[in-house]
């Protein structure tokens, strides 16, 4: 495990967040692709601009190393291996949402997400957390509860995306491997499941289904989309607590928020705002008092 480097966990986690937040604005502009392909091709083109990166950089000797060591690892294989599951599911049910019209319910599994975070991170990392974070977490586990029930039916979408992510933020903590390396292997795992799945299902086209060139464009960068924001969500938990990262990941539900409300015009009602408040007043207390504690660490430092 490395040591904590808060400026660079943070950055990169903010990135990480800022893009994910923005991404059902690309989903959206291929909604007319069927949401099967659009997971088989983010697969398949994260895995070969992972590859060329890894090329591009001169890292490939590294690379197979590490592919060796884990195939003798069996705890780092099995975690690579429930990693790629993991991850496969929560785009497949993330695309579904936002090409189905509900962003919103995409962006409430990410407020609950944190929550989820906080817990695992407490349970399986032994994470403490100060009285105004307890209390921070709560008044957020209250908003989201109230959203959760004045919505009207089981939120089965939010608590989907929001215990897969959290399972993959853990699973991403455990393993001892680079960022990039982990993520690499993930996506060729993946890989032939995904050239299968397209060939099987949708034959010559491979899900293309005679698209624009435009749509057959964005399915192709859909690599880059994908990969960037997970290679710094990867490198940010490294870097900082887990309670931490799961807070950071209020950034993405906000900006899903104000574009599921305001430019797909789905509907905002009091219960959202209330949430919304209550949610932002919680990572404000909670940041405040991480900010206070690493105050006084330096302090007892010097």
């Not at 893009?19 to 059902?24: D, F, M, N, R, S």
């Not at 890292?59 to 599951?85: G, P, T």
């Not at 807070?247 to 104000?258: E, G, K, N, R, S």
Request: charged share 10%; net charge positive; aromatic share 16%.
């Amino acid at each position: 495990m490395k040591q904590y480097d808060y400026k660079k966990g943070l950055t990169t986690g903010i990135a990480a967040y800022l893009i994910w937040g923005l991404l059902p604005i690309y989903w959206k502009l291929i909604e007319s692709v069927h949401a099967g392909a659009v997971l088989a091709h983010r697969i398949i083109w994260s895995f070969i601009f992972m590859f060329l990166f890894i090329l591009f950089t001169k890292r490939l000797k590294q690379f197979w190393h590490e592919c060796k060591a884990i195939i003798h690892h069996r705890r780092n294989a099995l975690i690579v291996i429930s990693a790629s599951l993991i991850i496969s599911c929560n785009w497949l049910i993330f695309i579904w949402a936002v090409q189905s019209g509900y962003v919103i319910q995409a962006s409430l599994g990410y407020y609950i997400n944190p929550l989820v975070s906080v817990l695992f991170g407490v349970l399986f990392f032994k994470e403490k957390l100060t009285n105004a974070q307890t209390i921070s977490t709560i008044l957020a586990g209250i908003g989201v509860l109230y959203l959760t029930f004045s919505y009207g039916v089981f939120p089965w979408v939010s608590l989907s995306l929001a215990v897969s992510f959290a399972i993959y933020g853990v699973l991403k903590k455990w393993i001892d491997i680079e960022s990039l390396f982990s993520l690499t292997l993930e996506t060729i795992l993946l890989f032939p499941i995904a050239i299968i799945y397209l060939v099987t299902v949708f034959g010559d086209s491979y899900g293309f289904l005679n698209e624009s060139f435009s749509t057959t464009a964005l399915l192709m960068a859909s690599g880059v989309a994908t990969a960037v924001p997970l290679l710094l969500f990867g490198i940010s938990v490294q870097y900082i607590p887990l309670s931490t990262v799961g807070f950071l990941q209020y950034i993405a539900p906000t900006i899903m928020l104000f574009i599921g409300v305001f430019l797909y015009k789905e509907q905002f009602t009091f219960d959202h705002f209330i949430t919304f408040m209550l949610i932002w007043i919680s990572l404000a207390l909670f940041m405040q008092s991480s900010l206070a504690e690493r105050k006084k660490d330096r302090k007892a430092r010097t």
